[in-house]
């Protein structure tokens, strides 16, 4: 028999409003939801560990001062890496496999810049044990150290040969990538940490290595100033100058004239830092690299705007000897190379091409073909292959002295730098309560790379009680079937013929709507953000959730375990858990 319903009346479902918060139903289920956040591919790839998802988070929600807290918490320099980082964290999002990667490098330096007059609340926790420590050298290695090392409680003089604190970022990287106004901003606040600063002390000159013995421990980062030499005839010239010497130089305001055709040797980001600065200078500009462009080992940002500005590359050749002209120009004889096999360092080796020469003239070379550490001033027994040896706790064999930054074996990026930092200052802070090192490491790692929270170190070292890692989110986790396709975000740009007439800064962030749609983008993988759905969902009404708090509350008394959640969460943070 075919029922049938007379839709002319009106349906009406009998509910009681009563019955289920009396019979606790959840009794009947068998499995209960489970918030667990995880770690998000981006976390795991950024260097310093910066919680991604729960800044972006922030951001999308206008709460830029909780924004950069929270960066702060794992990286003291946002401003400087929202401008300068080679951003590995966007190569590795989730939302690249879906359309474009969210702009996190352009957020970290609008959530920094928003936010400049704000201070923020980051105090040094109180340490009955504190004790005296010695940083050697204020580039982003020796400033994070010292930073995390006050966070810790610890009391620190930095020492710093030049007159002012920032290493590279202050002599090297020039105005137009990174405003001397933001350092001074970033490093502002970590000094009024109350760490002792002395400038001008260069360790090994004018106070002798033992005399840091008086400190309990010591963290060395002298980074690696020292600019390597092509060994070939007429480098000696006056018309040749070092990359380093030329930034420095010109970062210190000095006014100096190139000439109008310009040649600068090498790959690196000093390389392509010299090429722009030059272009500015008034000078056109060549780029001679022994390799290919793809070797180059210059951020890529820096290559594809050094070639946007105009800079010209010549691939794969070597100067092999450089003659003064009579009309005072240079000629310089190149080696045509070619690629064969890997070195020592995995890279494609360069070869020379027999007999195969190119002449190029100019009024000016710049060689930047690499930097060395000084260890004039360091024992022999501290050092190896021309760096400071150390072990993976960034421990050096001298029983109470860590190095980190570019005067050991590690990539040349400033994030690297600032990890070493943390990593040394977490090391520094185990050795001086007598702790193990490798068994705290694995409990704060973020992810598989090598990424280190401090908020996770802080927790467990008050606290007593380590929580295990969060798992990676893997992409097919992710629900994107709640998300809508949409463009990346890029900064800005100041236009072409403005930038090559000053050293202001070219890139020009984001505008607040392009901040708010670009950090909503973000699938926030692995961490809620409070989308809702959940709450929607549930046939059983068991969910609260306080955004502002940062709270989510599951009535387990009445809820069924249905699952209904864990299904409709987007960012897999939701999972149902079986009851024993
Ligand atoms: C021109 C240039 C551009 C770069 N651009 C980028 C970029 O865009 N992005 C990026 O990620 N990386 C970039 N890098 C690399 C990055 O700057 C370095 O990896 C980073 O600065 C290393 O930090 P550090 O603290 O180890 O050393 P440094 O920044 O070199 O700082 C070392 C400090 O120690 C001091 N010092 C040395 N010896 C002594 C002593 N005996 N006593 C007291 N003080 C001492 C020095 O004066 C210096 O201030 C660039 C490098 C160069 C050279
Ligand atoms: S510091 Fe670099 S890697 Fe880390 S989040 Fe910022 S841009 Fe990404
Ligand atoms: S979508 Fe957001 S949380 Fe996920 S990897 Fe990208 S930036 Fe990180």
Avoid at 198 to 220: C, H, P, Q, Y
Avoid at 229 to 234: C, D, V
Wanted: net charge neutral.
């Amino acid at each position: 028999m075919e029922i049938k319903f007379d839709l002319s009346y009106e349906f009406v479902i009998p509910i009681s409003y009563g019955s289920s918060e009396v019979i606790e139903t959840g009794k009947w289920g068998f499995q209960k939801p489970e918030t667990a956040f995880m770690a998000a591919p981006c976390q795991e790839a950024c260097p310093a560990g910066n919680t991604i998802p729960q800044f972006l988070y922030w951001a999308s929600e206008g709460r830029y001062e909780e924004a950069l807290e929270t960066l702060l918490k794992e990286n003291p320099f946002p401003g400087v890496c929202g401008r300068v980082c080679f951003h590995p964290c966007e190569n590795d999002c989730h939302r690249g496999q879906y359309d474009e990667a969210i702009s996190i490098n352009a957020m970290e330096r609008y959530v920094f810049d928003v936010t400049s007059d704000h201070h923020p609340d980051i105090h040094p926790i109180s340490n009955a044990d504190s004790n005296q420590v010695a940083v050697v050298g204020s580039g982003p290695a020796g400033l994070s150290t010292a930073y995390f090392l006050r966070l810790l409680g610890h009391r620190v003089t930095l020492f710093e040969a030049r007159k002012e604190l920032g290493g590279v970022m202050r002599w090297g990287i020039p105005e137009y990538r990174l405003p001397k106004s933001i350092l001074k901003k970033e490093i502002k606040r970590i000094v009024q940490l109350s760490i002792g600063v002395k400038t001008g002390v260069r360790v090994g000159k004018d106070i002798s290595f033992e005399e840091l013995d008086r400190f309990d421990a010591v963290f060395l980062s002298p980074g690696a100033g020292l600019s390597l030499s092509l060994g070939i005839e007429g480098e000696d010239l006056k018309k040749v100058w070092r990359g380093g010497d030329f930034l420095d130089r010109m970062n210190s305001g000095e006014k100096i004239r190139l000439g109008k055709e310009i040649i600068v040797i090498g790959g690196s980001n000093t390389a392509m830092d010299v090429a722009r600065s030059a272009l500015r200078l008034g000078s056109m500009v060549t780029v001679a690299y022994r390799r290919t462009r793809a070797e180059m080992p210059a951020i890529q940002d820096e290559i594809h705007e050094a070639e946007e500005e105009g800079v010209r590359f010549e691939f794969l050749i070597q100067p092999v000897k450089i003659n003064l002209l009579k009309n005072k120009r240079i000629r310089v004889k190149f080696q045509r190379m070619r690629l064969r096999g890997l070195d020592k360092s995995n890279r494609p080796k360069a070869i020379p091409v027999k007999g195969d020469y190119l002449t190029l003239e100019a009024d000016g070379l710049i060689k930047a073909v690499g930097e060395g550490v000084d260890l004039s001033w360091i024992p022999e027994t501290l050092s190896q292959n021309s760096l400071i040896d150390v072990s993976s706790s960034l421990a050096t064999s001298h029983p109470k002295m860590f190095a980190g930054g570019d005067a050991i074996d590690q990539p040349r990026t400033i994030v690297t730098a600032i990890a070493s930092g943390k990593k040394a200052a977490i090391s520094i802070d185990l050795y001086l309560r007598g702790c193990t090192y490798d068994d705290i490491f694995s409990k704060i790692r973020v992810g598989n790379k090598g990424a280190l929270s401090m908020e996770a170190y802080l927790q467990g070292r008050n606290g007593g009680n380590w929580s295990e890692p969060k798992d990676m989110i893997s992409y097919p986790q992710i629900n994107t079937l709640y998300f809508e396709h949409s463009k990346r975000i890029e900064m800005r740009k100041l236009e072409r013929n403005k930038a090559l007439k000053g050293f202001s800064e070219v890139n020009l962030g984001l505008t607040s709507d392009e901040a708010k749609s670009s950090s909503s983008r973000c699938f926030s993988c692995g961490t809620c953000n409070y989308c809702y759905n959940c709450y929607f969902f549930c046939p059983e009404g068991v969910i609260s959730l306080d955004p502002f708090h940062q709270t989510k509350t599951v009535d387990l008394n009445h809820c069924k375990g249905c699952g209904t959640c864990a299904k409709v969460c987007p960012r897999y943070v939701v999972l149902m858990k079986e009851l024993s």
